[in-house]
């Protein structure tokens, strides 16, 4: 499975931004997706993750109400809707998956990762 993670870029606080996981070789519904985000001279964090079903979805506590996470079967992606972004959400956002319903938080689930898009909330 190949993960391409996209959408990154440079917004203010309280913008919005929506980063794209695309899958090759795998179709998405047949694998678990999670976001896990790394800023500098920190451990990566798990974000949000989302079952191979669609139906589970977990979040970290400091994304709640302002991430979702979804995914669209026909263009075989996850998106991650980022609202009311702070600086604290700077950091390289990275997209991963594993051949299971659901992996849950614990990046040593994952397998597959995607490389990584950066995101930068200035104040």
């Known amino acids: 499975v190949q993960l391409q993670a996209s959408g990154g870029g440079l917004v203010q606080a309280g913008g919005s931004l929506r980063l794209s996981c695309a899958a090759s070789?795998?179709?998405?519904?047949?694998?678990?997706i999670a976001w896990f985000r790394q800023a500098p001279g920190k451990e990566r964090e798990f974000v949000a993750g989302i079952s191979a079903s669609g139906v589970y979805t977990k979040y970290a506590d400091s994304m709640k109400g302002r991430f979702t996470i979804s995914r669209d079967n026909a263009k075989n992606t996850v998106s991650l809707q980022m609202n009311s972004l702070e600086p604290e959400d700077t950091a390289v956002y990275y997209c991963a998956g594993a051949s299971v319903i659901f992996p849950g938080p614990n990046r040593n689930s994952y397998p597959y990762w995607g490389q990584g898009t950066q995101v930068t909330v200035s104040s």
């Open positions: 070789g795998r179709t998405v519904s047949t694998i678990g």
